[in-house]
């Protein structure tokens, strides 16, 4: 069992700095946006004639266009799950973009927000290249680290202190779903009667959570439309397993140093003060994911093990290549969140500390 306590701690002391491997590029822009030869503009040339010289008597040739036809495939979305839409760009990156130096938020606008499934609902992006792709593509980020239920819609997020705690706010909320559900499929499936009431704990904390993080977004002017989540019958351990790897043991676990970065952080003592309530919650929860996975992991096959791990996997390096994405000064300063390189070294120190075992033990 990893001391998932002890490593938040840890990782949020010292973010230390180990090389890990990514997919994501800062420029991955060579030869994108070049336009195309003109295929009108490359008219042939007269043979070469030696015998009959020509005659002035044809009609005079069509102008040739002087505009470049445009390119018009338009931007379409290639994969995408519950936190991360990933959009292609045939025709190269749009202009006003510049990856070389991240993206900001009219950045991540014009690549997100063309032809993709939730227009105006990212909060960030990072560019990404394709090995089977010639054009740049983009993450497209839609969450807020945390544990998020099966089904529930990603409001539209304002790059804004408020739009993040409106959000904020809103992740909360559904976390009560998300432990209530967690309960429900627990107890349907036998799970020990103390990790139940430890998820019922949990449900607790998120009801606060959602309360307190509620005021402090209506007292910055944000206003709260929350979506009701749909509870469903039980689903089977493999899903319920793939679902607390990724939101519990990683999103959760993050979320919490995350937290605990902010109760340090922020310039505003009301959000401090927030954030180290919810870091010393958090941490709980991130430590009951764990041991929900450590039970749901022994009830596995070997296959459903490897699916369960390889989630696990993608989820971090998702959170990897989120951290790069430029956080608003604004947010910086006000909430405490990480700026990319602090938040890529806390994903760093997650990921050593977590998968390697011999550190974590
Ligand atoms: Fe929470
Ligand atoms: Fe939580």
């Known amino acids: 069992m990893r001391p998932v306590a002890r490593i938040i701690a840890h990782v949020l002391a010292t973010t230390a700095v180990v090389a890990c491997g990514g997919k994501t590029v800062d420029i991955p822009d060579e030869g994108a946006g070049t336009p195309t030869p003109n295929p009108t503009t490359t008219t042939t040339t007269s043979p070469t004639t030696t015998s009959v010289p020509p005659t002035p008597t044809f009609p005079p040739t069509p102008p040739v266009p002087t505009t470049p036809p445009t390119c018009t495939t338009a931007p379409r979305v290639l994969r995408g799950d519950g936190c991360t839409d990933l959009v292609y760009h045939a025709c190269g990156t749009p202009a006003g973009v510049d990856a070389s130096d991240g993206l900001d938020s009219k950045e991540c606008s014009l690549v997100c927000n063309t032809g993709t499934a939730k ?175 450590e039970w749901l992991m022994g009830k596995l096959s070997r296959d459903e093990r490897a699916q369960v791990e390889l989630a696990m996997h993608e989820a971090i390096a998702e959170l990897a290549a989120s951290a790069a994405v430029p956080v608003p000064w604004e947010q910086q300063d006000r909430l405490g969140l990480p700026a990319s390189d602090d938040a890529r070294k806390l994903v760093r120190g997650l990921r050593v500390h977590l998968f390697m075992r011999e550190l974590a033990a």
Not at 121 to 131: E, H, I, N, P, V
Not at 174 to 193: C, M, N, Y
Request: hydrophobic share 45%; charged share 25%.
């Open 119 to 293: 227009p105006n609902q990212y909060w960030g992006c990072s560019a990404y290249l394709l090995d089977d792709q010639p054009g740049p593509s983009f993450n497209c980020y839609t969450c807020i680290e945390g544990r998020r239920p099966e089904g529930y819609v990603e409001p539209i997020v304002d790059a804004t202190v408020a739009g993040w705690l409106a959000h904020a706010a809103d992740l909360e909320r559904v976390s009560i779903d998300a432990f209530q559900i967690l309960q429900r499929e627990l107890t349907f499936h036998g799970a020990p009667k103390a990790v139940v009431a430890e998820a019922a704990r949990a449900e607790a904390d998120e009801i606060r959570h959602a309360r307190m993080m509620g005021n402090l977004a209506v007292r910055e002017g944000a206003s709260l439309a929350p979506v009701a989540v749909v509870h469903r019958a039980p689903r089977a351990l493999l899903e319920i397993a793939l679902e607390n790897a990724v939101e519990g043991c990683i999103r959760e676990t993050y979320g919490a140093v995350v937290a605990g970065y902010q109760a340090e952080h922020a310039s505003r003592v009301d959000v401090r003060k927030l954030m180290t309530s919810i870091y010393r919650d958090e941490t709980a929860h991130a430590e009951l994911a764990w041991s929900v996975h």
